[in-house]
């Protein structure tokens, strides 16, 4: 049985990237991917692409370039409107910020024992968000959820149980420790790839309390190709972790599975076809 399309887009910082998707017996089709350049703020190239591109009646995430601000721990178990309390208060005097305010996000599972669980909070800049919601919305789009930045890519790579994501961010490396589709741990280190090297042994370090595996593998997308072939080294280390298996029809002919933004744009698509949270 085929399911209903659903539209996922990215926000680079030179480009916009949608793709259309459905699933049929299991396999995820994707049929579409329209890019555009990007010429003026979020909020604009945003309400722009939708008016252009969007779709109504099909379900929409959106996912947009930005400092990744996250952190994981582990808590007593507490009841939902618990934890929303709990991480409104930690997420604004962790990640506060008088110039740029941030909207704060949690996702919790159960933790190491009955009594325990796990958190993750995300803090992502409010005006952004708010354009970027804006621009779907008018266009009277369905939007499901806005992602941070780079999470897409858990879903792209098969949520595993433990994989390392190393991505350009401002000019420097971001060097995360996934679990599934949870981040537990990250450091932004200079683009040097001795530096992603300790990074890598750090943010594991830093994971282990939390019961996480050693890595799998690791990707690197995102970069240009000398610094590709560079970090090299990272993935002769841990091993490479490929993207999940696609079927390209029509126009997804034109999915770049080299381009961060086609792929970010192609694991929030996986997600909203499966749980769609």
Not at 112 to 133: G, H, P, S, Y
Request: charged fraction near 25%.
């Amino acid at each position: 049985m085929k399911t209903n399309s659903v539209m996922a887009i990215a926000i680079g910082h030179d480009e916009i990237v949608g793709v259309k998707a459905y699933k049929i017996e299991g396999t995820i089709v994707l049929e579409d991917v329209i890019v555009q350049k990007r010429h003026s703020d979020i909020g604009t190239d945003m309400k722009e692409f939708f008016d252009y591109y969007g779709e109504t009646g099909i379900s929409i995430g959106c996912v947009f370039t930005s400092p990744l601000q996250s952190v994981y721990m582990e808590t007593p178990m507490m009841h939902k409107i618990d934890q929303y309390l709990f991480a409104q208060r930690e997420g604004k005097r962790i990640f506060q910020n008088e110039e740029f305010p941030n909207a704060i996000d949690f996702a919790s599972r159960p933790g190491t024992t009955e009594e325990l669980m796990f958190i993750l909070i995300v803090a992502l800049e409010r005006k952004r968000l708010k354009q970027v919601a804006r621009g779907v919305q008018q266009g009277g789009g369905d939007l499901r959820v806005i992602d941070y930045w780079p999470a897409p890519l858990a879903f792209s790579r098969g949520r595993e149980s433990s994989m390392l994501c190393i991505t350009p961010e401002e000019g420097k490396v971001r060097v995360s420790l996934w679990n599934y589709k949870f981040c537990t741990a990250h450091t932004l280190v200079p683009l040097d790839v001795n530096k992603v090297l300790e990074a890598c042994k750090r943010v594991y370090e830093d994971s282990k309390q939390y019961h996480v595996p050693y890595p799998k593998g690791a990707i690197v997308v995102g970069f240009d190709e000398m610094k590709t072939k560079e970090f090299e080294l990272i993935l002769e280390t841990y091993g490479t972790i490929d993207q999940v298996p696609l079927h390209t029809v029509d126009k997804g002919e034109g999915y770049n599975p080299q381009n961060i933004n086609h792929e970010m744009a192609w694991g929030l698509a996986i997600r909203l076809l499966g749980d769609g949270k």
